[in-house]
């Protein structure tokens, strides 16, 4: 080696190739596990969800300990606004005020939970904090549009402008809180307590199909059935998506309004009913654990439900002794039930 010249050793480094090939099995691993993660945060959201409605459970089971076994909604502790045609309900109550006529989680959890004295607040909280951990869309508007719906509706603007409202989570069916579309004359009246009159009708019904409920049915547990594990609570459930866009009726006496739907068997069923108009995204925003839907039973049993469960499981979601009569049903539940079947 000449004297004064340096070996210079050469130091080893990626080529191109190798760097890409490197990148391309770093994405391809990335792909493969990206999966696995979204399944198990999916999985961990199912969990939360089937939580909360056990927890709803629970509170429903304590507050028919108070009442002689009455459960909490439209026909009980929402008759009263009912009668006075919501105005005993708006603006600042108490946390176990009914929200609208069919609230059943107020006067179940109120107390218990600390929740707001004020409607909109209350309204609020029920759907943002006792919320299914899967739903997470927003309502982009509140129905009526422009104004009406009580006269706290600056309210309910206020709440939606600065926090916004989720959407609805969790349904009750209407068979298990409404009485029969054909009840007793001696059930179909009621006046509140200390109150001379005039009675005012209770809440009926909506559809005398697919299936009519017992003409003494009353939301009593001994009427609802024996077997209180194959009768739903409530269950995941997303109302109202209409014209591409999701809301919620404001009103204190609104059909249904945010906490009881038709149910899963009426083919038309605002949050379950594939035959609506608003189908497939009513479906999607409802069934959405992995296609499923979760639910609390009324023995406090919460669990998870595929769609054909949904779809075919007329019992759980109308009381004992009500008739499959058939019309509009879903095709799950004509291939399981004749017309004039008593539902168990």
């Not at 300990?65 to 105005?87: E, L, M, R, V």
């Not at 707001?116 to 009526?144: D, E, G, H, W």
């Not at 959405?288 to 769609?307: E, M, P, Q, Y």
């Amino acid at each position: 080696m000449p004297r004064g010249s340096r070996r210079r050793d050469r130091c080893p480094a990626f080529t191109l190739i190798e760097l890409l090939v490197v990148i391309a099995i770093i994405a391809l691993l990335i792909s493969i596990l990206l999966p696995s993660l979204s399944k198990a945060r999916e999985a961990a959201r199912a969990v939360v969800c089937t939580a909360m409605l056990r927890q709803l459970g629970q509170a429903q089971s304590s507050y028919a300990g108070t009442w002689k076994d009455y459960i909490a909604g439209t026909n009980t502790s929402g008759a009263d606004a009912n009668y006075y045609g919501g105005a005993n309900i708006v603006g600042e109550t108490t946390s176990t005020t009914p929200v609208s006529i069919h609230d059943w989680f107020s006067p179940t959890l109120g107390d218990s939970a600390g929740l707001p004295a004020n409607r909109a607040m209350r309204t609020l909280t029920i759907f943002n904090k006792y919320a299914c951990a899967s739903a997470r869309a927003v309502n982009q508007r509140l129905y009526p549009f422009g104004a009406g719906g009580g006269a706290d509706r600056a309210d309910f603007d206020r709440a939606q402008g600065e926090l916004v409202y989720r959407q609805i989570s969790y349904l009750a069916p209407e068979g298990l809180h409404y009485i029969s579309n054909q009840p007793n004359r001696n059930l179909l009246l009621y006046t509140p307590p200390g109150t001379s009159g005039p009675a005012r009708a209770l809440w009926r019904s909506g559809f005398p199909t697919p299936v009519l409920t017992p003409p003494d049915y009353t939301p009593r547990l001994d009427k609802i059935g024996t077997q209180l594990s194959s009768k739903v609570l409530a269950a995941d459930g997303t109302r109202y998506f209409d014209n591409g866009v999701l809301d919620f009726d404001v009103s204190p006496v609104a059909n249904y309004g945010s906490f009881v739907d038709s149910g899963p068997i009426f083919n038309e069923s605002t949050a379950y009913g594939r035959a609506f108009r608003q189908a497939p995204n009513n479906v999607k925003l409802t069934f959405r654990h992995n296609k499923s839907i979760n639910a609390v039973f009324l023995d406090g049993s919460a669990r998870n439900l595929s769609a054909d469960t949904v779809y075919r499981r007329v019992d759980y979601w109308y009381p004992s002794g009500s008739r499959f009569t058939g019309g509009q049903a879903t095709a799950e539940a004509l291939a399981e039930y004749s017309i004039n079947d008593k539902i168990p």
